[in-house]
């Protein structure tokens, strides 16, 4: 990863954050952290919000822009605008976040990666051209322009922190300068869902509701489906092989219902690393504000004395499929990190719309990855080519009834 040149002795400041995906469950975390912030008694690093970016919610939007004082904002549907007070500068449209960062992004300034899906990567690209930081909650920006970002983030000299739970663990427990040669394994663990215990011919006619009643997280639609399917794990081997430089072979997955240890490195020597905190995202995401620095946090700490048993178990690979469709992603290189998530984001949708049954989710994907070859990954037309060919294969494939035998 590339590094900051902000070290933990340096004095906290107020720095400018702009956050994409305002109005989801992480942005909503972001702005909460940023409010805690502001209002600690210590001296701690403190922000000034300078654009918000949402897809649908104008109302929500509004309510955070006038919270937080913030006049850029970026809305993705049009539709929405009637909720925005008409002084404020607004963008719309499907590149409505792009132009946000194009706008008014600075040298130095964080930018939250919250935005939904492979629509957020030219926005990131862009924040990382600017010379911005990002905190990454956009898991499939890494898992389909790895290469790109990655590259970007090391020839412009900014830092890619993790929101993610999983890889804010692992972040956390290299973070003594570790490097991947010293590293045997990482390890993400898994709540395993809501079918974490059911019968595998029960799971295939599961429906939208029980696949959104995650056990442990409050999230966002999306990523509750992928967390149901472990496509959201396999986003995130994904994700941790470019942003730790860790190939397949070192890289796995196992079950944890608690959501208690978030992943743990397993060093050449035998000895393992684990980071341990209540599921509370706000957890991992003060950590990507802050760093360097650690502060007091808004988020509960663990209590041990109510800490009975940690469980850990292997996965199924027959229940869930997307733990191997994808280290062969990462092992295929090039575009397969693209065309395996374009694939699940239809076949995501596919099933909350109604069109497949949860058990075909994994197969379209499959049946995608097994369709289309991957090419280099050389710039983000080839990315995007084969995300658009993905999709459409996606779409004819989740037409199809039958499912495999």
Not at 127 to 132: E, L, N, Q, S, V
Not at 181 to 188: C, D, G, I, Y
Request: hydrophobic residues 45%.
């Amino acid at each position: 990863m590339p590094s900051n040149p902000r070290t933990a002795s340096d004095p906290p400041d107020v720095r400018r954050l702009i956050v994409l995906g305002s109005t989801g469950s992480i942005g909503v975390g972001v702005l909460d952290v940023v409010t805690h912030l502001a209002a600690a008694d210590e001296e701690v690093p403190t922000f000034e919000v300078v654009g918000l970016a949402a897809g649908r919610r104008g109302d929500v939007l509004e309510a955070q822009a006038t919270k937080f004082k913030v006049d850029d904002l970026a809305l993705a549907e049009a539709g929405a605008v009637s909720s925005i007070d008409a002084t404020r500068s607004l963008r719309t449209g499907p590149d409505a976040a792009l132009e946000l960062v194009r706008d008014i992004a600075r040298p130095g300034d964080l930018v939250v990666a919250a935005m939904v899906g492979a629509a957020g990567i030219p926005s990131i690209l862009a924040a990382i051209d600017r010379g911005c930081d990002i905190a990454l909650a956009n898991k499939e920006t890494l898992v389909a322009a790895g290469e790109l970002v990655t590259a970007a983030a090391a020839r412009h000299g900014v830092e890619i922190i993790p929101i993610d739970s999983e890889h804010a663990a692992l972040h956390q427990c290299l973070r003594a300068g570790q490097g991947p040669s010293e590293v045997s394994k990482l390890v993400l663990t898994a709540s395993g869902g809501p079918f974490r215990t059911w019968p595998i011919d029960r799971i295939r006619s599961a429906t939208v509701e029980e696949a959104l009643a995650h056990p442990t997280w409050k999230m966002g639609p999306k990523v509750t489906i992928d967390s149901a399917t472990m496509m959201n794990k396999g986003l995130e081997l994904i994700e941790a092989h470019w942003l730790f430089d860790i190939d397949a072979d070192r890289l796995d997955a196992i079950i944890h219902p608690q959501s208690v240890v978030h992943s743990f490195v397993e060093f050449k020597d035998g000895s393992s690393l684990a980071q341990l905190s209540p599921p509370d995202m706000r957890m991992p995401i003060q950590y990507a504000l802050c760093h360097p620095h650690r502060v007091a946090g808004c988020a509960p700490s663990l209590d041990y004395s109510e800490l009975r048993e940690l469980v850990f178990e292997p996965v199924d690979h027959e229940r869930f499929p997307s733990i191997g469709l994808a280290l062969g992603a990462i092992r295929a290189g090039g575009t397969a990190g693209a065309i395996f998530n374009a694939a699940n984001e239809v076949a995501a949708e596919s099933f909350c719309d109604g069109h497949i049954p949860f058990g075909r989710i994994a197969e379209v994907v499959a049946d995608v990855i097994d369709l289309i070859p991957p090419v280099a990954a050389t710039d983000l037309e080839s990315i995007l080519a084969a995300d658009s060919e993905a999709r459409s294969a996606a779409r004819a494939h989740a037409a199809i009834a039958p499912t495999r035998s």
